[in-house]
């Protein structure tokens, strides 16, 4: 029987979320992995500062014992309009690895995100971050510009201030080139990049800026989503795009530039939340690791996928290689229509070319 080994994962950008829901969720990723990024907006309760870094990370630790789990929990703090220097150096202090920035309104929870990206305290957190060795993770999507005046083939459609989804990313791409002129030192990820130009934008930049990939980026099109009827468990922010950006996405993914790394996103909804309130999230840590082996295989690109799944998320996160292996073995598996009866996994009622050996 074929059978393959790879490394232990390191999922930089996971949600995890809390209570009942992280305990059903989480074994999904803590048996893969060697890290995860546990994203900070917790529904109602944020992960904005030190006590909150550390009341989280204690939360974790018990539904994932350290002394069971090969798999270490990696924080992060979210910044919000109030977040000050000291407020970040606190964080950091508390063990925050990263901080993660939202544009207010783009995602699931970001009420207290950021609309003024050129604000001066906002400026000073992001020096302080640099100089701390703190990485910047950013959901890089504009979705208000300056109020203007909008007129399409000479018709006028009014003042809007609302970028369309599918234009946001692009928008985006000037915060980053300007960030990473302001702060060489400062490390930024652009997390989960949808787009062609989001790609070509990242290998042009100096080392310190790379990017996160997510495993539905790299297999769903807006094709999948409504080519036909509306399929809410693939609905995700950033929306996804067309063949050409994903394209794009895998020539990334397969490049072995180690700018580019997984991070899942896996972003889990019980099924009636995504069925009567379309929130944006897929969730793909059930089967993420399948899943990219039957891509990469097929695409003659499995040499790269310990890298791009482990390594170079590693490296520039300044963490130790994963030492552990797991072995996957070429055997069908179906992916279950429903987990623990709420949750609608990524790729549900499929069949998986592959599947871990238990
Ligand atoms: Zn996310």
Redesign the pocket.
Known sequence: MEKIFLPRVNDL?F?GRSGQVLKDILPFTSEVCSHALF?PNIAGNEIVNARRVEEYRAEILKVCNPLFSSCEPLMTIMITPKTTPPTIEAAYNAGAVAAKIYPRGGTTNSENGIDDWDSHQLMAVLEKMEELGMVLCVHGELVYGAPEKIEVYGQYLGVLNEIEPSKREIRFCPIISKWCQLFPQLRIVF??ITTHAAVSLVFSLPKTVSATITVHHLLVTEVDVMGSHLNPHLFCKPTVKGYADMAALRAAAFSGNPKFFLGT?S?VHTKSRKEECGCAGVFSAPVFVEALIELFTEFGQLDKLPDFISNFGADFYDLPRASQTISYRREPSLVPGRIKESYVPFMAGKTLAWRRDE
Do not use: N
């Open positions: 950008h949600h994203m997390e989960h996103d972003a």
